[in-house]
């Protein structure tokens, strides 16, 4: 007796590869942050030779850095990736477990609703676009005096903070989704196994 069961297996193989795609995308990121950073190293260990560190890699490495790790977060949720600790239910029959399964997702879904709420009130106050009426459409707040940019590079805030944003978006859309998923593995008895 599982809700609307083939619905949710054509969900789980779209958001799956969704999820995996910003992961990879995530992973990219990194991947630059690393070579930006060892560049800059190297930059400022030849300074004699005329080299020098990388214009504001401390900004690359922290935008990155956020960027990815919401990227990461859908896919995590989605194959059940977070830490758990497991020593206190694994001597709990396989029913209970399944329902303490669906409580862990629901309270994450629960806190990444929050998580991308809050969020959203924040980018509304670094983005500088949109009407006034658009934006209290939207709840997004007034429009902010200036355009907040970060300190050597000058990028705006809104920038990254939309990319991150976006991850915030899908993990709670994924939190849903697992959810449901899991709830569907309570009503069936059964637990994930991966």
Same mark, same amino acid.
Request: no cysteine.
């Given at each position: 007796?599982?809700?609307?069961?083939?619905? !949710?297996?054509?969900? /789980?193989?779209?958001?799956?590869?969704?999820?995996?795609?910003?992961?990879y995308g995530g992973g990219f990121i990194?991947?630059?942050?690393?070579?930006?950073?060892?560049?800059?190293?190297?930059?400022?260990?030849?300074?004699?030779?005329?080299?020098?560190?990388? %214009?504001?890699?401390? &900004?690359?490495? &922290?935008?990155?850095?956020?960027?990815?790790?919401?990227?990461?977060?859908?896919?995590?949720?989605? %194959?059940?990736?977070?830490?758990v600790v497991d020593i206190f239910t694994?001597?709990?029959?396989?029913?209970?477990?399944?329902?303490?399964?669906?409580?862990?997702?629901?309270?994450?879904?629960?806190?990444?609703?929050?998580?991308?709420?809050?969020?959203?009130? /924040?980018? /509304? !106050? %670094?983005?500088?676009?949109?009407?006034?009426?658009?934006?209290?459409?939207?709840?997004?707040?007034? %429009?902010?005096?200036?355009? &907040?940019?970060?300190? !050597?590079?000058?990028?705006?805030?809104?920038?990254?903070?939309?990319?991150?944003?976006?991850?915030?978006?899908?993990?709670?859309?994924?939190?849903?989704?697992?959810?449901?998923?899991?709830l569907n593995w309570t009503l069936e /008895?059964? &637990?994930?196994?991966?």
């Amino acid at each position: 007796m599982a809700l609307a069961k083939t619905a !949710e297996l054509r969900v /789980g193989r779209w958001l799956e590869k969704i999820t995996r795609a910003l992961a990879y995308g995530g992973g990219f990121i990194l991947a630059l942050i690393a070579l930006v950073t060892v560049a800059s190293i190297i930059g400022r260990f030849f300074l004699s030779a005329g080299l020098g560190p990388i %214009k504001g890699d401390y &900004e690359i490495v &922290e935008m990155g850095s956020a960027i990815a790790i919401f990227a990461f977060m859908p896919f995590a949720q989605f %194959k059940r990736a977070h830490v758990v600790v497991d020593i206190f239910t694994m001597r709990l029959t396989q029913r209970f477990q399944t329902f303490l399964g669906f409580v862990g997702d629901s309270l994450i879904a629960l806190a990444s609703g929050v998580l991308v709420w809050r969020f959203w009130l /924040g980018l /509304g !106050e %670094k983005v500088p676009y949109g009407s006034d009426t658009l934006r209290n459409v939207l709840s997004m707040g007034s %429009k902010p005096f200036f355009v &907040e940019t970060t300190y !050597e590079l000058s990028v705006p805030i809104w920038i990254p903070y939309s990319l991150a944003f976006v991850g915030a978006a899908l993990f709670f859309i994924t939190s849903l989704f697992t959810m449901w998923r899991s709830l569907n593995w309570t009503l069936e /008895g059964r &637990e994930y196994q991966p």
